[in-house]
């Protein structure tokens, strides 16, 4: 019999297993990210992610689409969630050290429509800038660190490649902008990225998405996984916190 803690979803495309996160898996994210990864003392096992202090908010890069009726942006909410799956192993290829958190947002707007897009946190590594960058390079490292727009772009091109490959076409971009998280709107958290290891995040855990049926597709059976919930908290960061 498993280990209680083992959790195993049957995807209808194989059997997925997450294990819990060890501490030098969670030390991977706590690296790079930009503000804290701290334990979640109301759930056990449970991690915060932290997307904010006071006015102080960490930053992604938006890839908003045109709006749509609620119906319509339900569906490529779904199919986004399946594409940030897909491009994984191809987005791995690229070898970047820091931290990738891809998500779908979901917006409501007071018209009734939706925007239903992508949005990409990043904690990066240095070495993920090219030794001789061009202006397109460096385009978003002055606001979120050296290293993240080339980490951004990667992963917009795995997702192509995902679309592409499973035949989901992607719908027109309009803006690729940073935006702070709040402005951003609803976010689906289910998969981060530190360095050469994918984990599941999604808190609480809904074995029942289609999301995990292409995460098995993509060709994992096996991840680690560590709930984690946005957290926010009043005032500025205190210097030299300590990570998780």
């Known amino acids: 019999m498993d280990p209680p803690d083992i959790r195993i979803i049957d ?26 990864l701290l334990r979640d003392l109301e759930e056990e096992g449970g991690f915060g992610l932290v997307f904010q202090h006071g006015d102080e908010e960490v930053f992604g890069i938006k890839l908003q689409p045109p709006d ?5 942006a ?3 909410h779904h199919v986004n969630r399946a594409l940030i799956a897909a491009a994984l192993p191809s987005y791995l290829e ?32 240095p070495t993920s800038q090219p030794p001789s960058p061009t202006p397109e390079d460096v385009l978003f490292d002055s606001q979120l660190g050296a290293g993240a727009t080339r980490m951004v772009f990667d992963m917009i091109a795995a997702i192509a490649v995902a679309s592409r490959e499973l035949r989901r076409p992607l719908l027109p971009v309009i803006g690729v902008e940073p935006r702070p998280r709040l402005a951003i709107g609803g976010l689906a958290l289910q998969l981060a990225v530190a360095g050469p290891q994918v984990l599941a995040i999604e808190s609480p855990l809904q074995e029942d998405q ?13 991840l680690p996984y560590a709930p984690m919930k946005p957290m926010s908290f009043p005032g500025q960061p205190p210097p030299g916190m300590p990570h998780e």
């Open 68 to 72: 749509l009726d609620e119906q319509s």
């Open 210 to 222: 289609p999301v995990w049926r292409y995460v098995a597709h993509a060709g994992f059976s096996r």
């Open 11 to 36: 995807t209808g495309f194989g059997t997925l297993e997450l294990l819990p996160a060890t501490v030098d898996q969670l030390r991977g994210i706590a690296r790079y990210w930009p503000m804290e």
């Open 94 to 125: 690229r070898g970047h050290r820091g931290v990738m958190v891809p998500c779908a947002y979901y917006k409501e707007k007071p018209s009734g429509l939706v925007e239903s897009g992508f949005a990409f946190f990043v904690g990066p590594d």
């Open 74 to 76: 339900r569906g490529v």
